[in-house]
């Protein structure tokens, strides 16, 4: 088999790949932080289509690594045997690459550590907190609190090395939508990071997998585990038109679906929804959206500022102000993509869809009515999402 079989490299067998630039597309006063990373596959056999998402395998910061073995009071040279490994591995280690305890508290962590807590007044805490009466106290405890945050008020808990890996989920990798077109970029994968900061009881927390590629990677070493994750989610015949709607991160596949009909020549007509907080500061990939919408790449680029004006608008109200036009062009064939969040963005996107269809005599106003023609759409793969 030669080095550059694609089946070397999965997500069983990550390939080591290398960051060869990372760049903020935010302006610096944006209360957004969103990066653009270029990551080099030569050598990899690693091959991609557009919709693909590239799966990068996170290890924790070091000092989120130190808290935790502070809060669990062992030794980082204790030795795990961990299922599915071979070879025993350094609690550090286990701490460091297999993992997740930076958020995701449950009751079930919780009674945990009601079992091995021996001072009374904390017991007593626990039982209050574990008790179903106190779901909202119990729920607010979980949304502030990390692992180790737990273990420190909690600090009579005692477990073994052995106990350890009964206490977290595993460490998973990331999937991150690829922002290229593997026509003008088969050599290399980018992506748009949005980057998870935060902050909960006077501590500075992250995001793993983010702050992970963004920070912690150096440029230009082969050090990064990535694999490349198929997806449902790709482009139409080259003939058909596309609407895109993608706000924030969600304009990554969108990216590489441009770049892909560009290189390729596709005859197809684009139109892409895309918007974020401020045109000044967050109008990430500008210069090439701009430039694609001059040279007719770009058939249409319509663009909501949610937070400068009085009034919120986001991209479903430009969908429903523009109904006419992109009724044309979806009853006309078009194929309707969406990315980005699933709770919200998503769900208001696809309600502001089915009015216009609605409005349009394209379905019944009826519940069982536009979800089976949603329905439809998605087996006929005219209607394809990416959310999360």
């Known amino acids: 088999m030669s080095a550059t079989s694609p089946s070397l490299y999965s997500?069983?067998?990550?390939?080591?790949?290398?960051?060869?630039?990372n760049r903020r597309l935010n302006a610096p006063d944006s209360s957004k932080e969103t990066h653009h990373l270029v990551i080099d596959i030569r050598g990899s056999g690693l091959s991609y289509s557009c919709g693909d998402s590239l799966g990068i395998f996170p290890h924790n910061r070091p000092e989120d690594v130190e808290s935790m073995l502070s809060a669990l009071?062992?030794?980082?040279?204790?030795?795990?045997?961990?299922?599915?490994?071979?070879?025993?591995?350094?609690?550090?280690?286990?701490?460091?690459?297999r993992f997740y305890y930076l958020?995701?508290?449950?009751?079930?962590?919780?009674?945990?550590?009601?079992?091995?807590?021996s001072d009374p007044s904390e017991q007593a805490r626990l039982d209050h907190l574990l008790d179903t009466a106190n779901a909202l106290e119990l729920s607010d405890y979980i949304e502030n609190h990390h692992h180790d945050d737990v273990l420190r008020d909690f600090s009579s808990a005692a477990f073994t090395p052995e106990e350890v890996p009964g206490l977290f989920r595993r460490l998973s990798p990331r999937l991150y939508s690829i922002a290229s077109g593997p026509a003008a970029y088969?050599?290399?994968?980018?992506?748009?990071?949005?980057?998870?900061?935060?902050?909960?009881?006077?501590?500075?927390?992250?995001?793993?997998?983010?702050t992970y590629a963004v920070d912690r990677v150096p440029l230009n070493e082969p050090v990064l585990p990535v694999f490349v994750a198929k997806s449902h989610f790709g482009l139409p015949s080259s003939e058909t038109d596309m609407i895109m709607i993608g706000p924030g991160t969600g304009i990554a596949p969108f990216r590489g679906f441009l770049q892909e009909r560009q290189a390729?020549?596709?005859?197809?007509?684009?139109?892409?929804?895309?918007g974020d907080r401020h045109v000044a500061t967050d109008f990430i990939y500008k210069d090439e959206l701009l430039r694609w919408q001059e040279d007719g790449t770009l058939s249409?680029?319509?663009?909501?500022?949610?937070?400068?004006?009085?009034k919120r608008v986001y991209v479903q109200h430009l969908?429903?102000?523009?109904?006419?036009?992109?009724?044309?062009?979806?009853?006309?064939?078009a194929s309707l993509y969406l990315c980005g969040d699933k709770s919200g963005m998503a769900r208001d996107v696809e309600e502001t869809f089915v009015r216009i269809a609605v409005s349009k005599g394209a379905v019944a106003d009826d519940p069982d009515a536009t979800n089976a023609w949603i329905r439809d759409l998605k087996k006929s793969r005219r209607y394809q999402l990416d959310v999360y």
């Open 11 to 21: 997500r069983q067998n990550p390939f080591l790949a290398r960051i060869i630039e």
């Open 73 to 97: 009071k062992l030794s980082p040279e204790a030795l795990l045997q961990l299922p599915n490994e071979a070879e025993p591995v350094s609690l550090h280690e286990a701490l460091r690459s």
């Open 186 to 210: 088969p050599d290399e994968i980018h992506l748009t990071i949005g980057v998870v900061r935060y902050e909960t009881l006077n501590r500075q927390r992250v995001g793993v997998a983010s």
């Open 300 to 310: 249409e680029l319509s663009l909501a500022w949610s937070r400068d004006s009085d």
């Open 319 to 333: 969908l429903w102000q523009q109904r006419d036009r992109f009724w044309e062009w979806f009853s006309n064939g």
């Open 264 to 274: 390729l020549k596709a005859p197809g007509r684009n139109w892409l929804f895309f």
């Open 103 to 117: 958020s995701g508290v449950t009751r079930g962590f919780l009674a945990k550590v009601r079992e091995k807590v």
